[in-house]
């Protein structure tokens, strides 16, 4: 069967989130798919198949990590919807049925594709004992994201802070169900972003994630509520960095994005 990897929230190759894509038949057993994310040993890999005709979805989707399947994913989401549009697989915008409900793809005329996810809750929470010395840094702002995003979200000083974190991973790993969100306000939005992140999930394996989308879903209220915007983008700064456009509908947010697919290629196990 084909397998594809794309690199998802950025428009070259070798930078942004790189999933790998698998559309099915339907979904073989859950140790196999496991297997394959585990040899695929991206953040994600997407397994997809179609669905009847006359549904509240048109394919059904899961996203494994190397050691985990989880309840959202925004990047491989993206990197799945690329794939279909790109090889004429569906056309058009995509519900997918998920974990997390029906999600929508869709795509634009400038080859990037808009994602519709449930908006995380927030809720304001105290600051753990020891998370500033896991985190290596002193947060100003603590919140749960809800059970979708299952991080901790942090505010540190400024955007030379975030660019600057070396985590404690082992200790981080206390202090969430997947994760850490590590966020500031961008030193400059001219340079085309309003607030910085990184993303450190050691939980379901993964240190520090390139370009999270569903960690967006949470940075999205959280930022829209203190610059007074709706629309915004969001810089996250990892090594391969990547930009997701986001826009807040009350219990829905918009994710923005393109992808680029860097591998084509034939599974055979």
């Not at 993303?199 to 829209?224: K, Q």
């Amino acid at each position: 069967m084909r397998i594809r990897i794309v690199d998802a929230f950025t428009d070259r190759p070798f930078s942004g989130n790189p999933a790998g894509v698998l559309l099915l038949d339907a979904f073989p057993d859950d140790d196999w798919l496991r297997d394959v994310a585990l040899e695929v040993n991206h953040a994600e890999t997407a397994f997809a198949h179609p669905l009847p005709e006359g549904g509240e979805a048109d394919w059904a989707l899961r996203w494994f990590t190397p050691v985990a399947e989880v309840a959202l994913c925004g990047h491989a989401t993206l990197a799945t919807a690329h794939v279909l549009h790109t090889t004429g697989a569906h056309e058009g915008p995509v519900r997918f049925a998920t974990r997390s409900g029906v999600l929508v793809a869709t795509p634009a005329e400038d080859g990037s594709v808009t994602l519709d996810f449930p908006t995380a809750p927030l809720t304001r929470v105290d600051l753990p004992d020891g998370i500033t010395e896991a985190l290596g840094a002193e947060p100003g702002a603590a919140f749960d994201t809800g059970p979708n995003v299952g991080d901790l979200l942090l505010e540190v000083a400024d955007e030379k802070t975030v660019h600057g974190l070396a985590p404690d991973l082992k200790a981080l790993a206390a202090h969430s169900e997947r994760g850490v969100i590590a966020t500031a306000r961008a030193e400059d939005p001219a340079r085309g972003y309003d607030y910085v992140s990184r993303c450190f999930f050691p939980n379901i394996g993964i240190d520090e994630d390139p370009v999270t989308g569903s960690a967006h879903t949470a940075l999205a209220p959280y930022w829209s509520e203190r610059l007074g915007r709706p629309d915004l983008t969001g810089l996250q700064a990892s090594p391969r960095s990547g930009r997701v456009r986001t826009r807040l509908r009350g219990d829905r947010t918009l994710l923005s994005g393109r992808a680029v697919t860097v591998i084509d290629g034939e599974l055979l196990a």
